[in-house]
């Protein structure tokens, strides 16, 4: 008990809130990457496949869409897998077809590290992916006479229309059954596409019972946003996942703060001032 009758609380750590990883950007310069060739025909004929089943998937999401006027972003978003212990090589989709990276993840496997990436891809562009892996199979680098986009298609081992768990960051699982507060990190998109993205979020999440916060942050590259809600309701609407670069766990925040008045945040910041007890050794060094 403190002299004045109140409960000894332990000291604040900030040790155990942190963790240090490697900065990875979307738009690093192109990297000189060890991607095992695969056997050419086979893996190009596979990947088309799977652009065929992606696009059929997403030619029944827009005839479902039809009429519905507050979908603006009609793509679709696509989960791209790695081999073992390859990174995947899908930087050149950036700048040259629009795609836009959602988030990379890394996991553990029986054979070794696999990296999994979420891309949004923009309606019409599946095409692209297409022809990237026709010309996989059919043309040559010259200099070398390797495949052309070798290291690209290579480094995919497989790929598949994304659903509510590749959009989930935490290392935890989502909680499922359970109304929480997330933090959701909205696609920006291009600068005029930021507001048609998040009011589309806004009317598909209310729409599957979510309650969206009334504030966000924009920042460059994404809106954030708080919502309430089972889990589960994300997964009701691909349109609102197309919305969704990330999904984490709901945070506290400081606007509670910021928002009271300074009469309110000084009466406020003294009471936790009360509260606090310089470690013994440092009474001096705070005294002073």
């Known amino acids: 008990m403190t002299p004045d009758g109140r409960p000894e609380k332990r000291h604040l750590r900030a040790d155990r809130f942190h963790r240090s990883e490697r900065y990875a950007s979307p738009r690093s310069a192109p990297r000189i990457l060890n991607i095992p060739p695969k056997s050419r025909g086979e893996h190009g004929v596979a990947l088309i496949e799977q652009v065929a089943a992606i696009r059929e998937q997403h030619a029944a999401l827009l005839y479902n869409w039809e009429g519905r006027e507050e979908i603006r972003a009609r793509g679709i978003v696509v989960e791209f897998e790695s081999p073992p212990n390859v990174d995947l090589y899908l930087e050149q989709l950036i700048d040259s077809s629009g795609f836009e990276l959602l988030n990379r993840r890394k996991e553990t496997g029986e ?167 310089p470690v013994e050794g440092l009474r001096s060094a705070c005294a002073s």
């Open 111 to 277: 054979q070794g590290d696999i990296t999994k990436e979420t891309w949004y891809v923009p309606n019409g562009r599946l095409d692209e992916l297409d022809r990237i892996f026709r010309e996989y199979l059919e043309r040559n680098y010259a200099p070398t006479g390797e495949p052309l986009r070798r290291k690209l298609v290579d480094s995919i081992e497989k790929m598949q229309m994304a659903a509510l768990q590749q959009l989930w960051t935490e290392s935890d699982p989502m909680p499922l059954g359970l109304p929480i507060w997330f933090e959701v990190w909205l696609r920006a998109g291009k600068a005029e596409e930021r507001e048609q993205i998040y009011q589309q979020y806004r009317v598909c999440a209310e729409r599957v019972g979510l309650r969206v916060g009334e504030n966000r942050i924009n920042l460059p590259e994404h809106t954030v946003i708080a919502t309430y809600g089972d889990g589960q309701a994300f997964s009701q609407d691909l349109a609102l996942l197309n919305c969704i670069a990330e999904i984490r766990l709901g945070r506290d925040y400081a606007d509670f703060f910021e928002n009271l008045h300074p009469d309110e945040q000084m009466q406020l910041a003294k009471e936790l001032a009360s509260f606090l007890r």
